[in-house]
């Protein structure tokens, strides 16, 4: 059998790592099925990484026949620091291997101030010297913009106020740790391949419904990113031709129409919330029976529908993951909802499984972190030179979860 080229023996390498990390203990036959790759594949670099006390032998599992024995991480004290930027504020969580996060912050952040890149630098720094930077593999950013690529890191954002931000840069010269940036619904993508709904599929497709609506594509296992990092700009679809300004600056974007700040502005032109009130007070009329407030939840409901009926006959998905602030409410969405989304479905695709997840505050911050646990199964180059030094960092921990300098 021919030796895989360096690269991708080294993806391999740190995808098995990463799996145990991500699931648990596995056998050799069931890594070489999760990671689609030759069994004597798995055999081969499973040595090596015996061999340099990354991987333990654990007892034989048997379901009644040959016993398999199981491989296992020496440790699992290996970390990602994921920072969600907002234009009013920033979350910050460090994230273990196996996805589950281990402490998180809040804290305010001026978006359009003129030291907004040094404050920010600041607060990350600040998060990541109260942990052993030894066990922390990289440093994910998820923002509301267009990243054109992921390991570079610049960034241009309508909601932030951004035009050409080396961010990336500059958080990786400051922190001396790899940095990888995306735009926030796509690290969010990445998190529900690798801990969320959409771990047993290679083709989903996340929908994120808030002020904004957004949507991030995996298709055969990737993330599709589009010409310049700008794919999956669902809220800018356009809906109604003689719609509500967008802050695009075009008219009847579905955001503008379905967008929780919609949903309020809608609310106010009847005087059924105040000029002080907001979504709360809205999903509150609705909770307690009021028609109008519902009403205003059922037409963004069938709206939301129709236009993602639009994309799977598109895209194909095997899945639809929704989530996002905006879950909040769904109950007052789901039946015009699912109604619209069915019946504008072509017939094949109509048995298409939509989910829909609940939320956390951190959750936005936990997908950027999933961005650098994530890197060792990136066989495309999706991270750039930054998925190598992760990789790196992950291949040279010790067993007691420190790493090589």
């Not at 016993?67 to 460090?94: C, F, N, Q, Y």
């Not at 932030?160 to 400051?174: F, H, K, S, T």
């Not at 909770?287 to 109008?292: I, L, S, T, V």
């Not at 109509?350 to 972190?369: I, K, L, N, P, Y």
Request: charged share 20%; aromatic share 4%.
């Amino acid at each position: 059998m021919a030796t895989a080229p360096r690269n991708q023996a080294d993806v391999n390498r740190t995808a098995i790592l990463a799996h145990l990390g991500a699931h648990g203990p596995a056998s050799r036959a069931d890594l070489a099925r999760a990671l689609n790759v030759s069994p004597a594949l798995i055999t081969q670099l499973s040595r090596d990484l015996l061999a340099d006390g990354l991987l333990e032998e654990l007892e034989e599992a048997s379901s009644g026949g040959r016993p398999a024995r199981m491989l296992g991480l020496v440790s699992r004290d290996i970390t990602a620091v994921g920072v969600k930027v907002a234009p009013d504020h920033t979350a910050l969580v460090e994230v273990g291997i196996d996805g589950v996060v281990r402490r998180s912050e809040v804290k305010p952040f001026d978006a359009v101030s003129p030291l907004a890149a040094s404050n920010l630098i600041d607060l990350v720094q600040a998060f990541v010297s109260a942990a052993d930077s030894g066990r922390i593999l990289g440093v994910g950013v998820g923002l509301p913009g267009t990243v054109a690529q992921q390991g570079v890191g610049v960034v241009d954002s309508t909601q932030l106020g951004w035009n050409q931000v080396p961010l990336g840069e500059l958080l990786r010269r400051a922190l001396d740790l790899p940095v990888v940036v995306e735009n926030n619904v796509n690290a969010l993508s990445v998190a529900e391949q690798l801990f969320g709904q959409g771990r047993d599929y290679q083709n989903i497709l996340v929908v994120t419904v808030g002020n904004g609506v957004g949507a991030g594509l995996i298709a055969d296992g990737v993330i599709v990113r589009g010409r310049a990092g700008g794919a999956g700009d669902l809220g800018h679809l356009p809906v109604r031709e003689d719609g509500p300004l967008c802050q695009c600056g075009n008219r009847g974007c579905l955001e503008a129409i379905v967008g929780q700040a919609a949903l309020v502005n809608d609310a106010r032109s009847i005087r059924l919330v105040g000029a002080d009130e907001g979504i709360d007070e809205l999903r509150a009329l609705a909770d307690a029976g009021n028609d109008e407030a519902r009403e205003i939840f059922a037409h963004a409901g069938h709206t939301l529908g129709r236009a993602l009926a639009g994309a799977v006959n598109l895209l194909d998905p095997e899945i639809v993951v929704l989530l996002g602030e905006g879950m909040a409410a769904w109950g007052h969405w789901a039946s015009t909802f699912d109604r619209a989304l069915r019946s504008s479905l072509v017939p094949g695709k109509r048995g298409t499984s939509v989910v829909v997840e609940g939320w956390q505050d951190d959750r936005w911050a936990q997908g950027a972190a999933a961005l650098v646990l994530a890197t060792p199964f990136d066989a495309q180059g999706v991270a750039g030179d930054q998925g190598r030094l992760v990789r790196e960092r992950l291949v040279a921990s010790f067993p007691d979860g420190s790493a090589k300098p």
